[in-house]
């Protein structure tokens, strides 16, 4: 499991949230996420609220967590500043 994401109740998932400092910072992050997201050819479904964001990984073409959601959470947490 990449560092600072769990599973998710249901198993079938993986999940992290985030804060910053404000709702800029936190959008920055998105755009940041969504780019990685395009070249994975792989989307998180995800919500914000101002410096919150929160995210969920599976593939849900298989049901559940492949290694994309993995590979995926990982990229993330690279660039991700905490």
């Not at 600072?4 to 949230?17: S, V």
């Not at 804060?19 to 959008?27: G, I, K, R, W």
């Not at 410096?51 to 967590?65: C, D, K, Q, W, Y």
Request: charge should be negative; proline fraction near 4%; hydrophobic fraction near 40%.
């Amino acid at each position: 499991m990449p560092e600072g994401w769990h599973l998710g109740e249901d198993g079938k998932a993986i999940k992290r949230a985030y804060c910053f400092n404000d709702f800029t910072e936190a959008f920055a992050f998105m755009t940041r996420v969504a780019l990685l997201a395009e070249v994975a050819d792989h989307h998180p479904d995800w919500s914000n609220s101002y410096n919150r964001v929160e995210i969920s990984l599976s593939t849900h073409s298989a049901g559940g967590l492949t290694s994309k959601d993995y590979a995926l959470a990982n990229a993330i947490s690279a660039i991700s500043p905490h």
